[in-house]
């Protein structure tokens, strides 16, 4: 949001990249402070973050992907975002809804179909749109769907 942070809103990140994966970023928004929403604040505290310097609200643990998926289908509804899915219009999304985003290559096959093995894909449109701005839509969905 503009100059704060939703409190209601937990980001996870899996990096699978070298040197040493994964890597799981968790961030809560509820327990989050001393933030500003500009991107050089984010660069510096998450580069903070992963050479495990403590930040509020930030936590950084081993959790793989796939374990991560299985922990938050127990609570939640998945959502995988894919030009082809089910148009987000068209879905009534739950109360705690998880949202899985791909980079600009998307997910890999066996990450997505692993995935969707908890889940369903759901799409923005027949667009491709950057991850970012996919998580601003998302969030103004969920904002209208409230507001009803």
Same mark, same amino acid.
């Given at each position: ?25 968790? &961030? ?108 601003? &839509? ?11």
């Amino acid at each position: 949001m503009s100059q704060a942070i939703r409190k209601d809103t937990v980001f996870h990140a899996v990096l699978n990249g070298p040197p040493n994966p994964p890597v799981h970023i968790r &961030i809560e928004g509820a327990t989050l402070y001393d933030i500003h929403t500009d991107e050089q604040t984010w660069t510096h505290i998450l580069r903070k973050t992963l050479q495990r310097k403590p930040h509020p609200g930030i936590s950084l643990d081993k959790t793989s992907f796939e374990a991560l998926i299985k922990t938050q289908a127990q609570n939640a509804e998945i959502y995988v975002l894919e030009e082809g899915g089910t148009n987000v219009r068209d879905v009534k999304l739950g109360k705690n809804p998880v949202f899985v985003l791909g980079d600009h290559i998307g997910l890999p096959k066996t990450v997505e179909r692993f995935t969707l093995r908890y889940g369903k894909k759901i799409s923005l449109g027949k667009h491709a749109y950057l991850a970012a701005s996919c998580i601003t &839509i998302l969030n103004y969905l969920l904002d209208r769907q409230t507001d009803q």
